[in-house]
Nanobody, 115 residues
Framework: QVQLVESGGGFVHTGGSLTLSCAAS????????IGWYRQAPGKQRELVAS???????NYADPVKGRFTISRDNSKKMAYLQMNRLQPEDTAVYYC?????????WGQGTQVTISS
């Protein structure tokens, strides 16, 4: 079956960096578009960054210039490099893959930034 497993979350101070990873199995990974989402307490889940199966990327305005999304199709991995982290980046981060009618989510990884 399809599995997405995020890792790399944790606790860092303002200005620090983290790299999130998403390991996929059970899908033809290269065909899928990938998105990293986050959900802060009391807020709706929002798209942070995406990378299409052809490689073009898109970022939400609050993270432009600080976050970088990437993928390694040979390893079935997706990454989110997060730099200059701010307290408002605190959230649970989720990996999503989608293609045609298929849409899958990971379980999320907590990212906490202290001021």
């Amino acid at each position: 079956q399809v599995q997405l497993v995020e890792s790399g979350g944790g606790f860092v101070h303002t200005g620090g960096s983290l790299t999130l990873s998403c390991a996929a199995s059970g899908i033809t990974f290269g065909a899928y578009n990938i998105g990293w989402y986050r959900q802060a307490p009391g807020k709706q889940r929002e798209l942070v960054a995406s990378i299409r199966n052809v490689g073009d990327t898109n970022y939400a305005d609050p993270v432009k210039g600080r976050f970088t999304i990437s993928r390694d199709n040979s390893k079935k991995m997706a990454y989110l490099q997060m730099n200059r982290l701010q307290p408002e980046d605190t959230a649970v981060y989720y990996c999503n893959v989608n293609w045609r009618m298929n849409d899958y989510w990971g379980q999320g990884t907590q990212v906490t930034i202290s001021s």
